[in-house]
């Protein structure tokens, strides 16, 4: 389930271990997943040896999967079931499809966490993003959020999106990060930010962001280490749009929905060991399985994943 | 003159130091590999970015198709190209890997589709 990176790799990984009959299923039109919209380069450089843009590095896996006969793609069709019998049912355009499983392969991904998971007061109007939502607008939409931006958080898609929407010609006033370090890559605070010259706010926060209809401003202020503001500290950044960047959250209803025990801090699946859940015959890989910082690994612990289900039903 | 900085080659993102003379580098120290080196001398020199952006398609089954410098740019011209791949639109299939425009600019490199793109 899920045809990005992980689902791509699982399944091409399933196949060349022997498994006779595989379907993938993905929810968009193309196979690819996040990597269509991350259109930056910097994937690759472990797998490929070579540095791929993410709808380079997707394209390679859907080349392979087009040659492949014993992959049935099924696209636009979207996972509302799983059951602990591994009865899956999807919906696809015209259709509520039934199928049943010997083994099934979670690699559904993550979901941003939003504004309201890190409980920036203020009003709520128009021109607050997820980075990662803003990043789908600007490179597969053709739309520029705003003129004036500033970034919550410093994870690598918050400065990846700081760099896209300065080359857009955005005004990025500056990302405030109210950790003392970068989350994201050395490299990406390098040539996102200071190539750019957007300053970075570190043990800072958002105290408010303000507006009726738009994002009119935002109030910073700066926290100790404890992460209480310091009074006297704050200053005003006029902007019309704010980026929150804080995050991602494993995808795992459907192993919730089938039984399968999820950790409730980091919304993983809770099993004995890397690419398992606790219901037998149900893998997860990738993202879904925990959070990672390379596609590089993902295709290298889904391949993993994929021989896995594999030598599971060579035992059954 | 010593000089810091962090190589972007790849995500090890690592420390180097470098003793230059001007525009002159004499010697590169902290790289874990030959990368770095070479990164150090083109920054001192010219700094070079490779540029990834979108362009806008008309009939084709996505807005806009990704695509990229061939090589490396030289760092102060990114938002001149970025001005100049505004004005492309892209309306015919191309296949991944295929110049949509040749010769960018005059800067040597060509702008090329990072994935297959088909009609509506």
């Keep these: ?316 | 003159m010593k000089r810091v900085m962090t190589c972007i080659e790849c995500p090890q993102g690592c420390r180097l130091e470098i003793e230059a003379d001007g525009r002159r580098v004499l010697s590169v120290a902290g790289q874990k590999c030959k990368r770095g080196d070479k990164y150090a001398r083109q920054e001192i020199e010219a700094p070079m970015r490779t540029l990834t952006t979108s362009v806008l398609t008309g009939g084709l089954e996505l807005k806009m198709l990704p695509v990229r410098t061939s090589k490396p740019i030289p760092k102060e011209k990114l938002f001149e190209t970025m001005a100049a791949v505004k004005r492309i639109v892209v309306s015919s299939p191309v296949k991944a890997g295929a110049v949509v425009a040749t010769d960018f600019l005059g800067l040597g490199v060509d702008l090329v589709a990072c994935r297959s793109i088909d009609k509506k």
């Design chain 1, 1 to 316: 389930m899920g045809g990005g990176p992980a689902g791509m790799a699982a399944a091409l990984a399933a196949r060349a271990a022997g498994v006779q009959d595989i379907l993938l299923l993905e929810r968009d039109q193309h196979l690819g997943g996040i990597l269509n919209q991350c259109i930056h380069p910097g994937f690759g450089l472990h797998h490929f040896k070579e540095e791929l843009t993410g709808p380079e590095y997707a394209d390679r896996f859907v080349r392979l999967l087009k040659e492949e006969q014993g992959i049935e793609v099924s696209l636009r069709s979207f996972v509302v079931k799983l059951t602990p019998g591994r009865e899956i049912s999807y919906f696809r355009p015209g259709a509520l499809e039934e199928v049943r499983a010997r083994a099934v392969i979670l690699a559904t991904g993550c979901r941003e966490r939003t504004r309201e998971m890190i409980q920036i007061p203020g009003s709520r109007p128009a021109g607050i993003y997820p980075a990662g939502l803003a990043q789908k607008m600007v490179n597969m939409e053709g739309w520029i959020p705003g003129r004036e931006a500033v970034i919550v958080g410093s994870g690598d898609i918050g400065l990846i999106m700081a760099r896209r929407m300065a080359l857009e010609g955005v005004k990025v006033k500056g990302v405030v990060e109210i950790q003392k370090t970068s989350r994201g890559l050395v490299r990406n605070v390098v040539q996102c930010l200071e190539d750019f010259g957007i300053p970075l706010y570190f043990r800072h926060r958002i105290s408010r962001i303000h507006g009726a209809d738009r994002v009119e401003k935002v109030d910073v202020v700066r926290v100790d280490d404890n992460l209480k503001d310091i009074p006297g500290s704050g200053f005003e950044v006029p902007c019309d749009t704010v980026l929150v960047s804080v995050g991602l959250i494993p995808e795992n209803e459907l192993l919730e929905m089938a039984g399968g025990e999820i950790d409730r801090a980091a919304n993983t699946p809770v099993a004995a060991g890397v690419n398992l859940t606790s219901v037998p015959g149900v893998f997860a890989c990738g993202n879904a399985c925990k959070v990672y910082d390379l596609v590089d690994w993902v295709t290298r612990d889904s391949a993993l994943a994929g021989r896995m289900a594999a030598e599971y039903l060579e035992k059954k």
